[in-house]
């Protein structure tokens, strides 16, 4: 599995948008916590899948 980490890093278009999200979820859930966290969810998701078919097509593997 890639790292979320290196994904945000290395994708700037991912990392906007995942600062976008984040800051368009803090009104509405407030300290909400779990909801808010929850509503991250499927935007992680979507990014692991892109960085799973990109490491299965680029050859990446994790540094042992």
Same mark, same amino acid.
């Given at each position: 599995?890639?790292?979320f980490r290196l994904i945000?890093?290395?994708a700037e278009d991912r990392a906007a948008?995942?600062?976008a999200l984040k800051r368009s979820?803090?009104?509405p859930y407030g #300290? %909400?916590?779990v909801a808010? #966290? %929850?509503a991250k969810g499927p935007f992680i998701e979507e990014t692991?899948?892109?960085a799973e078919r990109w490491a299965d097509t680029s050859g990446?593997?994790?540094q042992t």
């Open positions: 599995t890639v790292p945000s890093g290395a948008a995942y600062g979820l803090v009104e #300290t %909400e916590r808010y #966290t %929850e692991l899948a892109l990446w593997q994790p």
